[in-house]
């Protein structure tokens, strides 16, 4: 670990940037198993079903527009105010719903809950990818990945809890982001700023081919949270259709995702070191198509469960790569504009996803639209597999990461 973080305090400094990791699953997955209950509640405005998906998704808009300059002004004018800033805008904004009564002005309140995402997701990956290198960042990816899979599972079953006594009270738990400011101050330090034209933390010179890698982690970013958000913003009206109306039924449900996601997340560096990267992109999108293939015949609830819970497996492999990936690939002079726009890739996908599955939903039903998923992510998989195949006989060289 760099000498980032005050002297004597790299666990609690470690714990901290663990925590903060988790307020990134909480900005949309809390609300998620209330949708059916704010969709009823705003009955009567035009083009509510499309809007109450936006409700989960438009922060995911704002990060994707936010996250690139938040990078900017991460690697010019350091990380540690801007994660300070936009944790405490954060938990005000994510409280927003529990007053407002229109759903444009929950719209509102959503947005810039997306614009401090935005600065929390790209000075957390960044400060990451400052503190740790080598196998150290690949376990530290992987243990990320984990809290915000336990994280996801512990807000959205509690989401889904709390749904059950009105569709308000999961906006109260947005308030849990002001407990993390008084760590951060304390434990957070600014990492120290590289020469022009190197990598000190790697100890090598940047790669001329960075770019490429960057540009395709942020590909698959995008197209894997197209995939990835179908189960968010669908899942509680397909299990309503299955019969399952409960909002705390849906979140468990939801909840098994990330519990999945966050086993498989915590061998990551192990599994990394034997496989290679593009091997865990291969096993991880594999697994999300498996997953989704059973959603897509899945008959029952416990059917849903047991196919959502395989599709975590697969993202507690594909998103630590993802991050691990970009920061080891990106000078650390521009590592904070990297994880700006790895951010931004992701909650691209996470925009459109709604924009692209409910007129396949309506158009073909729930599962057309999984099933179709499916197949993509099987192609993705099949791409990564013969790239990490070339790559083993060293016909290929894949990136510089």
Not at 204 to 217: F, K, L, S, Y
Not at 219 to 228: D, G, Q
Not at 331 to 352: C, K, M, N, Y
Request: net charge positive.
């Amino acid at each position: 670990m760099s000498t980032g973080m005050p002297r004597g305090a790299p666990t609690a400094g470690k714990a901290t940037l663990l925590f903060v990791a988790t307020l990134t699953v909480m900005s949309a997955a809390t609300i998620s198993p209330s949708l059916p209950s704010i969709e009823a509640h705003f009955a009567g405005t035009p083009d509510v079903e499309l809007l109450t998906r936006f409700v989960l998704t438009v922060p995911a808009l704002l990060i994707a527009l936010c996250a690139p300059l938040a990078g900017s002004i991460a690697d010019r004018f350091g990380r540690r105010r801007l994660l300070i800033g936009t944790i405490v805008l954060y938990g005000f904004a994510g409280m927003s719903g529990l007053v407002l009564d229109t759903l444009e002005g929950l719209l509102v309140g959503r947005a810039l809950l997306g614009m401090a995402v935005a600065g929390i997701m790209t000075t957390g990956t960044a400060l990451a990818g400052d503190y740790f290198q080598g196998r150290e960042r690949d376990r530290f990816m992987g243990l990320q990945a984990a809290f915000v899979g336990f994280g996801g599972l512990v807000f959205i079953t509690g989401g889904g809890l709390l749904a059950e006594i009105h569709w308000r009270a999961p906006f109260a738990v947005y308030g849990i982001a002001l407990a993390l400011v008084p760590a951060v101050i304390l434990y957070i330090r600014e990492p120290s700023r590289p020469a022009p034209g190197a990598d000190p933390a790697s100890d090598r010179p940047a790669a001329g081919g960075w770019r490429i890698a960057v540009t395709a982690v942020f590909a698959a970013a995008a197209l894997n949270s197209v995939a990835f958000y179908l189960i968010p913003t669908q899942l509680p009206f397909l299990l309503q259709a299955l019969g399952t109306e409960s909002p705390s039924q849906a979140g468990l449900a939801i909840g098994a995702l990330n519990l999945a996601s966050a086993g498989s997340a915590l061998v990551y560096g192990r599994a990394r070191g034997r496989v290679g990267i593009m091997g865990m992109f291969a096993a991880g999108f594999g697994l999300m198509a498996a997953g989704y293939g059973l959603v897509a015949s899945a008959e029952s609830y416990a059917a849903v469960v047991v196919a959502v819970a395989v599709s975590g497996l697969g993202l507690g492999t594909i998103m630590p790569s993802l991050m691990a990936g970009a920061m080891a690939a990106a000078p650390l002079a521009v590592r904070g504009r990297v994880a700006g726009g790895l951010t931004a890739s992701i909650f691209v996908g996470q925009f459109v996803s709604p924009l692209v599955s409910q007129p396949w939903i309506e158009a073909s039903g729930y599962p057309a639209a999984f099933g179709g998923t499916a197949l993509g992510l099987a192609a993705m998989a099949s791409g990564a597999g013969f790239l990490a195949a070339r790559s083993r006989r060293g016909t290929v060289r894949v990136s510089p990461i």
